[in-house]
């Protein structure tokens, strides 16, 4: 059977990680064909160090050139809508990391694009590929513990996320590039529809680290309810300093689910670069998540040939739905409905594009 043949765009770390698993770890049944990237220098040195013989500074250029079965994309969140939209136009498969989109009217336009084509669109939340949460999720929907009553999730990352992901003009801000992992968690745990969220933030490490952007945080605490009368808390710290940290609690009408440790081992109490009666904590999410990101490059090959999508554009969709009611509910400190932000007449006050595109 021929190989599928991928084509990368972007050659930052999650760009790396994917090439390298798919090489490495899927090779038998795909390969990366061109890797994409504006900044030629890194493209290359990606390229140079798993053998693609082809590398290009845009999509299109690569479009014109080659003949790809899907595309992985791994850009900026503000670039994700073009790149989509013009690969799944071209009737390729695609691999979107999250967060899905800007706005509701990108992830609108995002899924158009994958019907007409008939293509696979896949979402990057990993987690659904973990092992643990997998059983998680089977156990909650199976009912041997009872309906879901609490959840609580936590991502904690090790160190700044790029400059551009520090702008809620062109991310969204840390709830949409480090926490929107928990809003797809909460709500596929809860299964169930989210109702309204409120989102609380600090920033005690912003000044220190250089950061003067507007509306910058570093510190989060969201609670969101849900149809089914589930409640849901969501903690954020980016820095944490200490190391990768992803944990999910679930409190049932009949029993409890924990999911995920601070380390292979767990822990009991860590400080900055000192951890006690634990083994070591997770450096980061390419550590703790190892696994689930193979899987998630071979479930995507498998999708190529047909194979169903364990996490797509509605699961994408509704987690930019949360991060957007979320990011309003920040700016204006109060409760936010989803009801508003699904709105049509809804427009992002704080994305530029947003606001001419209205």
């Not at 609380?200 to 945080?217: D, L, M, Q």
């Not at 980016?238 to 944990?247: Q, S």
């Not at 508003?340 to 001419?356: G, Y």
């Amino acid at each position: 059977m021929r190989k599928k043949r991928l084509c990368m765009v972007g050659a930052g770390r999650v760009g790396r990680l994917h090439t390298r698993n798919i090489t490495e770890r899927v090779g038998h049944r795909a390969e990366v064909a061109a890797i994409v990237d504006p900044d030629r220098r890194t493209a290359e040195e990606l390229a140079g160090d798993y053998d693609v013989s082809v590398v290009c500074s845009s999509l299109d250029e690569a479009l014109e050139g080659g003949d790809f079965d899907g595309v992985v994309i791994t850009t900026p969140t503000f670039t994700h809508h073009p790149l989509a939209v013009r690969a799944l136009d071209a009737g390729l498969h695609v691999h979107l990391e999250k967060p899905m989109a800007m706005n509701l009217r990108e992830c609108a336009e995002i899924k158009a694009s994958a019907e007409r084509a008939g293509a696979a669109l896949q979402v990057g939340f990993m987690r659904r590929f973990d092992h643990d949460f997998i059983q998680a999720a089977e156990l909650l929907r199976g009912g041997a513990i009872g309906a879901p009553v609490i959840i609580k999730s936590l991502t904690h990352g090790p160190g700044l996320p790029p400059p551009w992901a520090n702008d809620i003009r062109t991310s969204n801000g840390m709830l949409a590039e480090v926490n929107s992992h928990d809003l797809d968690t909460v709500g596929w745990f809860a299964d169930s529809a989210p109702v309204d969220i409120h989102v609380r933030v600090a920033n005690f490490k912003g000044a220190a680290r250089g950061v003067s952007t507007e509306h910058f945080y570093d510190t989060m605490l969201a609670t969101i309810a849900f149809e089914s009368g589930a409640l849901a808390s969501i903690a954020g710290v980016c820095p944490a300093d200490y190391g990768y940290d992803a944990r999910v609690e679930v409190t049932c009408t009949g029993g409890m689910v924990q999911v995920g440790e601070a380390g292979p081992a767990g822990l009991v109490s860590i400080s900055a670069g000192e951890a006690r009666r634990c083994a070591p904590v997770f450096a980061s999410w390419r550590d703790r998540f190892a696994e689930a990101y193979v899987r998630e490059m071979a479930e995507f090959v498998a999708a190529t040939d047909g194979a169903p999508v364990r996490v797509g554009a509605e699961d994408g969709t509704r987690a930019v739905a949360l991060v957007l009611a979320g990011t309003l509910s920040m700016l204006e400190e109060r409760t936010v409905s989803l009801t508003e932000v699904t709105s049509p007449a809804f427009v992002p006050s704080w994305q530029a594009a947003a606001r001419s595109e209205a």
